[in-house]
């Protein structure tokens, strides 16, 4: 079991920037390809950003694409995604989540733990 702890939400301006961790704990997630999601109210879940096992290969959807950045540190289990020029519409829960595949995964039904979610509010 991976449990995941997401933290780093908020208010924020349009124009700003945020920057989420997810802390994993339990089986060593160092093998794990990771992802953040979010969900805006009355919405489905949006694939955000993945990373692979490494660190060293990263996707993410033209939404947020220069924009965003995923980056991991397996030393300290974290993963982090840095958000700079956040729209309103970027306004959603985010949602850290662990795939026992160690290549990048860009659906939800690959990945296999998720986090609770963090908050993240962009106001115009």
């Known amino acids: 079991q991976v449990q995941l702890i997401e933290s780093g939400g908020g208010l924020v301006q349009a124009g700003g920037s945020l920057r989420l961790s997810c802390a994993a704990s339990g089986r060593t997630s160092r093998n794990y390809a990771m992802g953040w999601f979010r969900q805006a109210p009355g919405k489905e879940r949006e694939f955000v950003a993945t990373i692979d096992w490494s660190g060293g290969y990263t996707y993410y959807p033209d939404s947020v694409k220069g924009r965003f950045t995923i980056s991991r540190d397996n030393a300290k289990n974290t993963v982090y995604l840095q958000m700079n020029s956040l729209k309103p519409e970027d306004t959603a829960v985010y949602y850290c989540?662990?795939?026992?595949?160690?290549?990048?995964?860009?659906?939800?039904?690959?990945?296999?733990?998720w986090g609770q979610g963090t908050q993240v509010t962009v106001s115009s």
């Open positions: 989540a662990a795939s026992r595949s160690t290549s990048r995964q860009t659906m939800a039904a690959r990945y296999d733990y």
